[in-house]
């Protein structure tokens, strides 16, 4: 593993913060306008959630996606019971991509109803909740595993490879 790809995979664990951060942005709106207004001021209600809907599709699935093709390889190479890990990873993956469908649908449902709304309106703020908790305490899981492997990385200094092999190139060379 290069400086550069460690360097790349911070940039993913970054991100998770940044995502928790800004869902908790959204909830706090969705929140409020659910709570207050008990569902009367239905257009904003319904943009919060949809605006819900667009960052798990816009932004976290891809993340995810991102973090299936790169992060989850360096954990499996370097943590002890980096498999086992990375299995439960993409269990909470997988979770929060069918809750995702979930949400999604039941939004949709919204286009038919009427006087009844108010409680899927409350149902889906409750399901946004859900899905919060389970992609920060996801996200803490992340965070550590990073941790971890950096720390094996620099007391093996397998960061410090490449270097290594141009120097044995430069002497094959010489
Ligand atoms: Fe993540
Ligand atoms: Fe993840």
Partial sequence: MTPQEIKNLFSTIE????LVAAQM????????????????????ALESLHEIERFMAGKLL???????????????????????????????????RTQHEQFRAELALLNYLDES?????????????????????????????????????LATGTAAEPTKSHSEQAARCS
């Fill in 117 to 153: 709304r108010h409680p899927v309106l409350l149902h889906l703020c409750s399901m946004s909740w859900q899905m919060a908790d389970l992609l920060a305490k996801h996200a803490e899981k992340e965070r550590q595993a990073m941790n971890d492997c950096v720390k094996r990385l």
């Fill in 15 to 18: 991100q998770d913060h940044e």
């Fill in 62 to 96: 891809p993340h995810f996606q991102e973090e299936e093709d790169g992060l989850f390889q360096l954990f499996r190479d370097e943590l002890p019971g980096g498999p086992r890990l990375v299995a439960e990873l993409e269990a909470e993956h997988s979770e929060l």
């Fill in 25 to 44: 942005g959204l909830l706090k709106r969705i929140t409020t306008t659910v709570l207050d207004t008990e569902g009367r001021d239905y257009d904003q």
